[in-house]
């Protein structure tokens, strides 16, 4: 069984930043991958960013390339997603997932058996 915790949502204004943050239970780390997704109201859940918690590339979605970066830290089992130049579109319920995706499905929702419970992200002026 995973556990996630997402924290560091919250109420921004649009070019600001967020940090949000996904705990993950100590012994689920190691071969995993840890990623972001998002769903905005009347849409469907998106992919944001994914790393492997063993290292690698990290993968983001074109709409928030060069914006957001995932950062582990390996003291407290922690995956971050720094959020800068925020916009009025990256408003959504921001959702950390674990799994153990092969290459094609890191970037989608198959990929990840376990979710968090969601963080409200708002950007708005």
């Not at 959020?83 to 408003?91: I, Q, R, S, V």
């Not at 959504?92 to 979710?115: F, K, L, M």
């Amino acid at each position: 069984q995973v556990e996630l915790v997402e924290s560091g949502g919250g109420l921004v204004e649009p070019g600001g930043s967020l940090r949000l943050s996904c705990a993950a239970s100590r012994n689920t780390l190691g071969n995993i991958a840890i990623a972001w997704f998002r769903q905005a109201p009347g849409k469907e859940r998106e992919f944001v960013a994914a790393r492997r918690w063993s290292g690698g590339i990290p993968y983001y979605a074109d709409s928030v390339k060069g914006r957001f970066s995932i950062s582990k830290d390996t003291v407290m089992y922690k995956l971050h997603l720094q959020m800068d130049n925020l916009k009025p579109d990256d408003t959504a319920i921001y959702y950390c997932a674990a799994g153990r995706p092969i290459v094609s499905t890191i970037t989608t929702e198959r990929g990840y058996g376990y979710w968090g419970q969601g963080t409200q992200v708002t950007v708005s002026s």
